[in-house]
């Protein structure tokens, strides 16, 4: 594995040649795992990276840190911890472990244990390969479980037959690692995925993680695939039991995902969109508020995002009607979508089916979001006008004004304050 490791960008390559040195100084057994070694094999980038040792995980990613320079995060009740550094490469350190399930689809009872432990307890074969990065041994390839096969053949295999019903989790990854990586699950793997759906194991899952599964999902580069895939192989009724994989909610997310693109192609300045969350509400588009208000609760959404999925339900008919307007004014267009988040406003674009919405939009983000006024407080007091309530007003009509009369210059904004009346506010 030595000529794998030796490909490795530089940085990745720095990370390895600590670790190394730190686990001699800890006489700890340190390997990197997981889909780091996954990707490594398959040649796709990763910035992620997993490490275990046999030893305190906690105290190696410290030293980690510290001859880094990075940022500790450590979850004692796991025993792990995360490494952010500063060039954003992240390292996960655990410390190998056995994990025992008391019962189906609980979370696990984690004791101390060795690397083969530790690759017995994952998901894939493909995900329990591992590499030897101590100073004794370094660039041994371990892969009890033939992951390096699997790999090359192109198929996903548990390791274990109770494996889908210890983590009914493991059926939506199944899903997600064969689409990225075009494999198939193999039949075994695959009778022992149905059986598990059988049982109902999805519906016992603790809903946040159902939730993080579908987060991340969603966050793959071909959502639409994935969905797809998820619907013909266990339905979309774990999720939202009024989520019927109707061929209409797929015309939706394809809408969306030509919408995104255009949105990073057009703006790529503005601020990175939460793709994952308007794919979601183009799924969602046929709830109602209650229904969508029940959802979010149940998978404990958070606040800003729900805040988003609610307001979609609300704000489509009415930008729908209003945006439709020939004559509609520029200013009344940004009063309209700017209360709305960008997520929102993109999947109003996509799902409109009216020309005028679609250019309305285009223009608010062109134009009108953008549009700053230079008159100020000071500009204000040196007209005669007392401070108070009566600035933001005054302020808020003279951005509306700018938006719609497009002033070029500070002399335009002051000479529209002056029209006001200014006596109404002196
Ligand atoms: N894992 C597991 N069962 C799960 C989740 C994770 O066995 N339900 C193990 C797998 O070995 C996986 C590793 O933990 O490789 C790290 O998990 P995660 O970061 O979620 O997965 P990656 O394989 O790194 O996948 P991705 O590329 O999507 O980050």
Redesign the pocket.
């Known amino acids: 594995m030595e000529k794998y490791l030796r490909l490795l960008p530089a940085e990745l390559k720095e990370v390895i040649s600590y670790a190394q040195n730190i686990s001699g100084q800890l006489e700890y057994r340190a390997y990197l795992?997981?889909?780091?070694v996954?990707?490594l094999i398959l040649d796709v980038p990763?910035l992620?990276m997993?490490i275990v040792v046999e030893g305190d995980g906690l105290k190696f990613a410290e030293a980690l840190c510290n001859c880094m320079d990075g940022k500790l995060t450590k979850h004692r009740r796991f025993g792990t911890a995360t490494v952010i550094l500063p060039n954003k490469i992240k390292i996960d350190v655990a410390t190998a472990r056995k994990e025992t399930y008391a019962h189906p689809a609980a979370l696990p009872v984690v004791s101390p244990g060795d690397i083969r432990d530790d690759l017995a307890?994952?998901?894939f074969t493909i995900?329990?390969m591992a590499i030897n990065i101590s100073s004794a041994g370094f660039g041994n390839f371990i892969d009890f479980f033939h992951g390096k096969d699997d790999l090359l053949l192109k198929r996903i295999r548990i390791l274990h037959d109770l494996s889908f019903i210890d983590?009914p989790?493991?059926i939506l990854?199944a899903i997600?690692f064969e689409q990225r990586y075009g494999l198939k699950i193999e039949p075994h793997t695959y009778s022992l995925l149905r059986q598990a759906l059988k049982k109902g194991v999805l519906e016992k899952v603790d809903k946040q993680r159902i939730r993080d599964e579908m987060i991340?999902t969603l966050k793959e580069r071909e959502p639409v695939k994935y969905i797809k895939r998820i619907s013909k192989l266990i339905g979309l009724s774990f999720f939202s039991p009024k989520l019927r994989p109707a061929q209409a909610k797929f015309l939706y997310l394809a809408k969306a995902k030509k919408e995104i693109a255009w949105f990073k192609k057009s703006f790529p300045k503005k601020r990175m969109l939460d793709a994952w969350l308007i794919y979601l509400m183009a799924m969602l588009k046929d709830a109602d508020r209650a229904e969508l208000l029940s959802l979010c609760r149940k998978f404990a959404f958070r606040m800003g995002e729900t805040k988003r999925i609610q307001s979609y339900a609300h704000a489509f008919n009415k930008a729908d009607t209003l945006l439709a307007k020939k004559d509609i004014a520029p200013s009344k267009v940004y009063q309209l979508l700017e209360p709305l988040s960008y997520e929102v406003i993109i999947l109003i674009r996509a799902l409109t089916r009216k020309k005028e919405v679609k250019m309305n939009i285009e223009d608010f983000f062109r134009v009108y979001n953008g549009t700053r006024i230079h008159v100020n407080g000071d500009d204000l007091k040196s007209l005669g006008i007392k401070p108070g309530p009566a600035f933001k007003n005054i302020l808020i009509k003279l951005l509306y004004a700018k938006i719609d009369y497009q002033f070029k210059s500070k002399e335009e904004e002051l000479a529209f304050v002056r029209t006001l009346s200014i006596k109404k506010w002196s």
């Open positions: 795992v997981g889909g780091f996954r990707d990763n992620d997993d307890r994952r998901d995900n329990a983590d989790t493991r990854r997600r991340l």
